[in-house]
């Protein structure tokens, strides 16, 4: 079984920095994808940045240059970097795993960027 616990996010002003960590527990395996969704309020949840050591790091074109996904695999570990934050960046953040055919999920934590 796998666990996924999130830290991190907050509010924050348009332009400002925020970043959230991942701390994963269970059998975690360094070629397996981790990384973060997010859903905004009325909105469908989308893929925002994904880690794995075999494939590298993946972005959504919307934060392409402004946010950074790091994995530290010794600790079980992902980071998400955000800069340069934009209202439209305002979302519930989820953290996530993928293991074969099952997909784990945080619980979320929320980013707000205000105007």
């Known amino acids: 079984q796998v666990q996924l616990v999130e830290s991190g996010g907050g509010l924050v002003q348009a332009g400002g920095s925020l970043s959230v960590s991942c701390v994963a527990s269970?059998?975690?395996?360094?070629?397996?994808?981790m990384g973060w969704w997010r859903q905004a309020p009325g909105k469908q949840r989308e893929l925002v940045a994904v880690?794995?050591?075999?494939?590298?790091?993946n972005y959504a074109d919307s934060v392409k240059g402004r946010f950074t996904i790091s994995r530290d695999n010794a600790k079980n570990t992902v980071y998400l970097q955000m800069n340069s934050l934009k209202p439209e960046d305002t979302a519930v953040y989820y953290c996530?795993?993928?293991?074969?055919?099952?997909?784990?999920w945080g619980q979320g934590t929320q980013v707000t960027v205000s105007s």
């Open positions: 880690i794995a050591s075999d494939t590298g790091t």
């Open positions: 269970g059998t975690i395996f360094r070629d397996n994808p």
């Open positions: 996530y795993y993928r293991k074969a055919l099952s997909t784990y």
